[in-house]
T-cell receptor
Framework: DGGITQSPKYLFRKEGQNVTLSCEQN?????MYWYRQDPGQGLRLIYY???????QKGDIAEGYSVSREKKESFPLTVTSAQKNPTAFYLC???????????FGDGTRLSIL | AQSVTQLGSHVSVSEGALVLLRCNYS??????LFWYVQYPNQGLQLLLK??????LVKGINGFEAEFKKSETSFHLTKPSAHMSDAAEYFC???????????FGTGTRLTIIP
């Protein structure tokens, strides 16, 4: 079955540490997205990519970085510059920007 | 820029009662509108979408939504609530093309037995 796989499901970060969240899709979608979800705030867009080797900042990109070297993969790095990283992170993909998005099951990141 | 407003961050209905979740949008051009559902500790799942065809859109799990341009609304309804409908629901809007989706802040639906 086609879908989006996020790993790990739970992740813990120490102070000053960078961590990378994995997102892989086998839907052959061109566009991929990373969202952060906090209680009562809905989804906030971190980064998105419309095509391989290209990505754009979303609304809350500070303290995060991404790469898009392959169509199937869009990893997110939460850097030590992100002072409040505790949240639920969702990856999504769509055939193109503006089209319905398919979501992974998320990664919950916590601070040790 | 387009935006969506979901009225009511929490809605409770009795099992078997009508479910009504409200979504109003603002968009300078005819929008594409979506409803998603999220169960605890999971990602979002598309319930239904409006893309300028029929104004009454039927989705999965017995849900439907009606696009009302005069009211700039896209409310989600289900005639009879089931315990399994308890979840968080998100409305989203796009202007199509290469425009990103903009999500509302969500409505948590609780079903009372």
């Amino acid at each position: 079955d086609g879908g989006i796989t996020q790993s790990p499901k739970y992740l813990f970060r120490k102070e000053g540490q960078n961590v990378t969240l994995s997102c892989e899709q086998n839907l052959n979608h061109d566009a991929m997205y990373w969202y952060r979800q906090d209680p009562g705030q809905g989804l906030r867009l971190i980064y998105y990519s419309q095509i391989v080797n290209d990505f754009q900042k979303g609304d809350i990109a500070e303290g995060y970085s991404v790469s898009r070297e392959k169509k199937e993969s869009f990893p997110l790095t939460v850097t030590s510059a992100q002072k409040n990283p505790t949240a639920f992170y969702l990856c999504a993909s769509s055939p193109g920007v503006g089209q319905p998005q398919h979501f992974g099951d998320g990664t919950r990141l916590s601070i040790l | 820029a387009q935006s969506v407003t979901q009225l009511g961050s929490h809605v409770s209905v009795s099992e078997g009662a009508l479910v009504l979740l409200r979504c109003n949008y603002s968009s300078s051009v005819p929008p594409y509108l979506f409803w998603y559902v999220q169960y605890p500790n999971q990602g979002l799942q598309l319930l239904l979408k409006y893309t300028s065809a029929a104004t009454l859109v039927k989705g999965i799990n017995g849900f439907e939504a009606e696009f009302k341009k005069s009211e700039t609304s896209f409310h989600l309804t289900k005639p009879s609530a089931h315990m399994s409908d308890a979840a968080e629901y998100f409305c989203a809007v796009s202007r199509g093309g290469n425009e990103k989706l903009t999500f509302g802040t969500g409505t948590r639906l609780t079903i009372i037995p």
